[in-house]
Structures are given as structure tokens and as C-alpha cells.
């Protein structure tokens, strides 16, 4: 069953932080996680990252409303996370 209390969201601005990624999204409900991607070299953003909020009508407002949404002159997708695929082991 898929969980649309999740969301993923990219393009978002390389110098925006885990805290900014959250305030976006704070008036839309409440969230139990944050989470940007970061590139292990760099230290910067990888341009996208994973919102939790802990009902599935929020999530469902806020990526209907931020979806398209101009954030420091980039358009942010939001749509619902997809599990993982699983990958084969490595040895």
C-alpha cells in the first residue's frame, strides 16, 4: 500500500538547508520529517529531498499547492515518494 503521507520533492535550490526544506512546508501541517539529500563529496544539496507529514491530506494539500511553486527562481516538484527499488546485493 502505497504512503501518501510522503512526498518527494526536487529541484530544489543546492543552497537551501534541511530547515528550509521544513518551513516550506510547516503551514501545511504538521510534518515528522525532513529530509535533503546530500552529495557526499561536496556537502551540498543534491537538489531534492523527502517530506513526511503525518496525515496523508495534508501531504495531499501541500503538494497540490507547491507543486509548480517558484522557490529562489526554480519550480519545485512535489509529488508522492515511491518505495525504493530494491537493489542486488553487493559484494
Same mark, same amino acid.
Given at each position: 500500500? +502505497?504512503?501518501?503521507?510522503?512526498? &518527494? =520533492?526536487?529541484?530544489? $535550490? /543546492?543552497?537551501?538547508?534541511? +530547515?528550509?526544506?521544513?518551513?516550506? %512546508?510547516? $503551514? &501545511? ?8 539529500? *546530500?552529495?557526499?563529496?561536496?556537502? @551540498?544539496?543534491? /537538489? %531534492?529531498? %523527502? =517530506?513526511?507529514? !503525518? ?5 495531499? @494539500?501541500? *503538494? ?5 511553486? +517558484? =522557490? ?5 516538484? =512535489?509529488?508522492? !515518494? ?8 553487493? &559484494?
Amino acid at each position: 500500500m +502505497e504512503d501518501k503521507s510522503n512526498l &518527494y =520533492v526536487s529541484n530544489f $535550490s /543546492w543552497d537551501k538547508n534541511e +530547515e528550509d526544506l521544513k518551513n516550506l %512546508f510547516t $503551514s &501545511y501541517g504538521e510534518i515528522e520529517s525532513a529530509k535533503l539529500i *546530500m552529495d557526499r563529496e561536496t556537502g @551540498r544539496s543534491r /537538489w %531534492f529531498g %523527502f =517530506v513526511k507529514f !503525518a496525515n496523508e491530506a495534508d501531504a495531499d @494539500r501541500a *503538494m497540490n499547492e507547491l507543486n509548480g511553486f +517558484e =522557490v529562489d527562481g526554480r519550480q519545485i516538484r =512535489v509529488t508522492i !515518494a515511491q518505495p525504493r527499488p530494491e537493489r542486488p546485493q553487493r &559484494y
